[in-house]
């Protein structure tokens, strides 16, 4: 039984901080690329950051230079620390685990989070 639970989130201000955590109960997780994504109301949802099994991360250009992903596969955890956050930034954040070869692709049930003064 696969599950994949974000925490993190919350309200910050503008120029603020948060560190999104994604807690995966799955096998073999190290093999797992594991992305963020985000979705706000009437926008379709963007991915944010993506972080394969040996830790290469990208990121959109939206965000680059303020978040960073980071996993640590020993704890089954991947992290997105969110630094100069905007008010544009404020969505739901989700989590994503995939494996292809195993067609595996899993979903958390995301983490609000909102920038406003």
């Known amino acids: 039984q696969v599950q994949l639970v974000e925490s993190g989130g919350g309200l910050v201000q503008p120029g603020g901080s948060l560190r999104l955590s994604c807690a995966a109960s799955v096998r073999n997780f190290d093999r797992y690329t594991v992305d963020w994504y985000r979705q706000a109301p009437g926008k379709q949802r963007e991915l944010v950051a993506s972080s394969r099994n040996f830790g290469t991360a990208n990121y959109a250009d939206s965000v680059k230079g303020r978040f960073t992903i980071s996993r640590d596969n020993a704890r089954n955890t991947v992290y997105l620390q969110m630094n100069g956050l905007k008010p544009e930034d404020t969505a739901v954040y989700l989590c994503?685990?995939?494996?292809?070869?195993?067609?595996?692709?899993?979903w958390g049930q995301g983490t609000q989070v909102t920038v406003s003064s």
């Open positions: 994503n685990a995939r494996f292809a070869p195993l067609r595996a692709d899993y």
